[in-house]
């Protein structure tokens, strides 16, 4: 996960990610993905949570 700031203009946004991928013995043919991004200042948004599911087909 990424700090991505949507206007083309810079905000000076500044954050702190955490992320994780796993693939779970039960699971093989998937991947479960977790992020978590703070922000750091009073530009950047002050927390942010991802979730995602791949699957290998």
Do not use: E
């Amino acid at each position: 996960m990424a700090c991505v700031d949507p206007w083309p203009i810079p905000t000076g946004r500044a954050c702190r990610s955490l992320s994780r991928a796993s693939s779970p013995p039960s699971l093989p043919d998937a991947q479960l993905d977790f992020g978590l991004n703070l922000g750091l200042n009073d530009d950047s948004p002050d927390v942010a949570f991802g979730v995602g599911v791949a699957r290998r087909f």
